[in-house]
């Protein structure tokens, strides 16, 4: 398995020079604890987001260690006897009123890459090793793998084919590194495209109301071969989170080095993704019937399956507190202005929502160029944040779409994360279960991936997933889908 790690440090000399003396001690294990060091910065948001402010002491949760390495105290103990790690040693017990803080760790000064210019995670100074995976990790995979099957039968199909003795996943692997490789020569003689990507990230960042540290092309370059290795060696890593979208080593890979993957035996392959997904699953919350009783005792109710009943107690929301939202924003459908949702649903299905959105607030591309990405952060303004929020951009968007502004003001009128959860979860019942179960019924021989709102088959069943997926988007949302077709690189039959 891949494993980042300092470039000054030789582990396997410090390894010679201070023995491991505790029981049980496997150099696998310590390889892959200080590669969580290094590699949870350039892979976790949060945690890259929140490093100035913990002096770049990255946090270790005791309970995720413990599941794979029972005795993780004893391998950090000879870290920092050894002078390879160093703690902040400060621990907060989370409580209703504040959230918890781990234990954090960096490698001491002697190995510790310098961050550029004090932003974000360190890139340079690390390089790439490949050792054995440790028994005890792979096991833990093994056990949530199974019990992600048990717990989601619906998902079996999807996850037996990221199975790492299964998958016909593939990756040109040289041909890919050779791209990361160019693409970092690029930035390193332009100076100036690495200052320009730092003030766009500095800018959205701001817009946001939130530090977004600068990834350093390098870090990203490393974060990049990372990933190539784990396709390369099978290692997709796939699971699946509270809200029950499927996380694998293909979601989180670049998507510039999608070109470069196939599908063995099967040909090159091709992602079917919904356009402008989240505005278009909100369809869903126009719907009367979404609101009705759900079927029971024989008794034909919703003709939607109720979401919000059935999976929407995300985290504290109570039963009586979702049963009030669904007969509030039944109330708010039955005032509405009808006008305005054939208007939402008319843009959501086209595929150009934010060309229509621009149009709508600017007058047309002669007022203000258009510009996708910014439009798309307005949108995600208007889902994410909360009710309290004073951005221009909710007045903007409820004077446009009054009955939708308020469908999303009720939702989020608890907690500001219900409404983005709640169309996240919408997004994999429809994908995952809806979607990707039909097809495994209809062929099961068709190997079948998953990148959240899209799916990606190989070639020769395009015409027919793509069917099946607008058939059930519609049947589901309500709602004309919009659907982009992207290939994937060459069929490996025909590649030099």
């Known amino acids: 398995m891949p494993v980042l790690l300092p470039a000054a440090l030789d582990l396997d000399a410090h390894l010679a020079a201070h023995p491991a003396t505790f029981p ?35 946090p270790l949760r005791a309970a995720r ?63 790439l090793h490949e050792v054995p995976e440790p028994p005890s990790l792979t096991r833990v995979k093994r056990r949530y793998a199974a019990a992600a099957k048990r717990s989601r039968p619906a998902y079996g199909p999807l996850l037996s084919w990221l199975d ?7 990756i040109d692997r040289e041909a890919a590194e050779r791209f990361v490789a160019a693409e970092l020569e690029r930035v390193r003689h332009d100076p100036s495209l690495r200052e320009r990507r730092r003030r766009r990230k500095r800018k959205a960042a701001q817009k946001r109301g939130r530090r977004s540290p600068f990834k350093d092309p390098e870090a990203q370059a490393l974060q990049r071969r990372l990933s190539i290795v784990k396709l390369a060696a099978g290692e997709l890593d796939a699971h699946v ?7 694998s080593t293909l979601t989180s ?63 504290r929301t109570s039963p009586d507190q979702t049963e009030t939202l669904a007969r509030h924003c039944a109330e708010i459908l039955q005032r509405a202005d009808h006008q305005c949702e054939s208007r939402f649903r008319e843009w959501t299905s086209a595929g150009d929502f934010y060309l229509h959105l621009h149009r709508a607030l600017w007058g047309g591309a002669s007022a203000r160029p258009l510009d ?46 219900y409404l983005p959860l709640l169309l996240q979860r919408l997004e ?11 097809l495994a019924r209809a062929r099961p021989d068709m190997p ?8 990606v088959v190989p070639e020769a069943h395009v015409d027919f997933v793509r069917r099946v997926m607008a058939e059930e988007l519609r049947r589901y949302v309500g709602a004309e889908p919009h659907l982009k077709v992207s290939y994937w690189g060459q069929d490996p039959a025909v590649q030099g």
Request: hydrophobic share 40%; proline share 7%; with cysteine.
């Open 24 to 58: 049980g001690f496997r150099r696998e294990n310590l390889f892959h604890l200080l590669h969580l060091v290094s590699y949870l910065p350039l892979a976790n948001r949060k945690v890259a987001a929140r490093l100035p402010d913990h002096r770049g002491f990255v």
């Open 65 to 127: 260690l413990r599941r794979w390495l029972p005795d993780y105290r004893d391998y950090l103990h000879y870290c920092l006897a050894t002078d390879l790690l160093v703690t902040d040693n400060f621990y907060l017990e989370p409580n209703p009123h504040r959230k918890g803080k781990c234990r954090g760790y960096q490698f001491t000064a002697a190995y510790r890459p310098a961050a550029p210019d004090g932003e974000g995670p360190a890139g340079p100074g690390l390089v």
């Open 164 to 170: 790492a003795g299964r998958t016909p996943l593939r």
């Open 241 to 247: 989170d509270s809200v029950g979208r499927l996380h």
């Open 253 to 315: 890979l670049s998507s510039k080095l999608r070109p470069f993957v196939y599908c063995e035996g099967h040909g090159r392959l091709v992602a079917l993704d919904l356009r402008t997904s989240q505005p278009y699953l909100g369809n869903i919350l126009l719907r009367g019937d979404f609101y009705e009783a759900p079927y029971s005792k024989g008794r034909k109710g919703s003709q939607v399956p109720l979401f919000i009943r059935r999976e929407g107690q995300f985290g």
């Open 372 to 417: 996708r990405d910014a439009l798309k952060r307005m949108v995600l303004t208007v889902l994410f944040s909360d009710n309290a929020s004073r951005a221009p951009v909710l007045a903007a968007f409820a004077q446009l779409f009054p009955t939708v502004a308020a469908i999303f003001r009720a939702c989020k009128q608890r907690r500001a994360n």
């Open 428 to 438: 994999a019942v429809i994908f995952l279960e809806k979607i990707a179960g039909r």
């Open 448 to 455: 079948l991936f998953s990148l959240h709102d899209s799916l």
